[in-house]
């Protein structure tokens, strides 16, 4: 296994459109963890799934943003009516286990909302 | 609520030599862990070292260890041998569990530069 992977690595949209992020964990991983990180400043958690189940959301996610990780196998993340204030790296990762593991973070997308 | 403070936005280091982050942390939990990662300018969060809020000793992994003093709620990175590889965003960070779901909070983090 090559680790957690996300595609794309870069997107660039104009502001009101909708863009969507594929995250693929280690294999074995049963939790999920999406994160949005700016600017000098350090990752901020979004939402988290265990399996298929999405079991916590971040107030920092609004109803413009959706995610799913359907079979508990990739998630995405779909923001809608992108605005500039949406711009950020959006990071993914993945942690084996019920306990306090490390967790293993994809290259990240940056989106820049024009 | 639990809160990570890195205090140095940036720290300078000659090559070969020792440098310590600084890392405290807020949290009335009794159970937790915490944990260094890298992020290099490519922006992939690579973990470094874990200390677990049971562990009496000390975490060492390879040139990082972990200096934990529990009671003043700190738990600072030692880089010993700096390299210029080593130059890049280090971000503590602390693992707890509320209502059910374990959740990872971090610092602003300390951009460390190794000079040659």
Redesign the interface.
Known sequence: DTGVSQDPRHKITKRGQNVTFRCDPISEHNRLYWYRQTLGQGPEFLTYFQNEAQLEKSRLLSDRFSAERPKGSFSTLEIQRTEQGDSAMYLCASVWGNSYNEQFFGPGTRLTVL | AQK?TQTQPGMFVQEKEAVTLDCTYDTSDQS??L?W?KQPS??????LI?Q?SYDEQNATEGRYSLNFQKARKSANLVISASQLGDSAMY?C?M?FTQ???????????TKLTVNP
């Open positions: 990570i937790y862990g944990f990662y490519s922006g992939e969060m690579i973990f874990y677990g971000f960070a693992s209502g059910g779901s374990e959740k990872l909070v971090f610092g602003k983090g």
